[in-house]
């Protein structure tokens, strides 16, 4: 079955710090991928998306993330986070008919 | 420019009432989904309507119903509310096109609260 994982429940940086989020997708075909944020109480916003091309693909508030087809993976990257990152940070990967399956998440705290 | 309205924005209900969950999106969408996010489990597809005229379940189909009203217009019901069911609830929305190259849009949620 298609999934996608988020192995890290939680993860505190320090301002100004790089940071990167794991993803791993499970997928036969080449995958759909989105990474998505969440600011407390809010919905789900787009980051970036990849569907081909490039591998590594620019999105908003600086954030890129890079496709790796021999790992499965589509990790999420910053070079120097911002305390204003802090938020809950969704992988998902385009199903089949026209569903997106998420991952479980990964929340983002910042460390003055 | 509203995107995914949903309402209400907050709900207490006893076990056993009914509830509807508004949703309107005003982008012209031919798709429109229900998930619901619960602590650790990320988001869960309850329904999703592929078109206007269409409904399918998702992956946690149990105790809920949906209406795609009109193209604009996806509802989702609670019918017999249980305490398993508090959780967030969000609706979204993905354009016109090729479905797979489409992100979700998405309403700033249900906070449900079951007693």
């Given at each position: ?52 091309g490039d591998t ?50 990964t929340r983002l705290?910042?460390?003055? | ?68 009203l009109n193209k ?44």
């Amino acid at each position: 079955a298609q999934s996608v994982t988020q192995p890290d429940i939680h993860i505190t940086v320090s301002e100004g710090a790089s940071l990167e989020l794991r993803c791993n997708y499970s997928y036969g075909a080449t995958p759909y991928l989105f990474w998505y944020v969440q600011s407390p109480g809010q919905g789900l916003q787009l980051l970036l998306k990849y569907f081909s091309g490039d591998t590594l693909v620019q999105g908003i508030k600086g954030f890129e993330a890079e496709f790796k087809r021999s790992q499965s993976s589509f990790n999420l990257r910053k070079p120097s986070v911002h305390w204003s990152d802090a938020a809950e940070y969704f992988c998902a990967a385009y199903s089949s008919a026209s569903k997106i399956i998420f991952g479980s998440g990964t929340r983002l705290s910042i460390r003055p | 420019n509203a995107g995914v309205t949903q309402t209400p924005k907050f709900q207490v209900l006893k076990t056993g009432q009914s509830m509807t969950l508004q949703c309107a999106q005003d982008m012209n969408h031919n798709s429109m989904y229900w998930y619901r996010q619960d602590p650790g489990m990320g988001l869960r597809l309850i329904y999703y309507s592929a078109s206007e005229g269409t409904t399918d379940k998702g992956e946690v189909p149990n105790g809920y119903n949906v209406s795609r009203l009109n193209k604009r217009e996806f509802s989702l019901r609670l019918e017999s509310a249980a305490p398993s069911q508090t959780s967030v609830y969000f609706c979204a929305s993905s354009g016109t096109g090729k479905v797979s190259n489409q992100p979700q849009h998405f309403g700033d949620g249900t906070r449900l609260s079951i007693l």
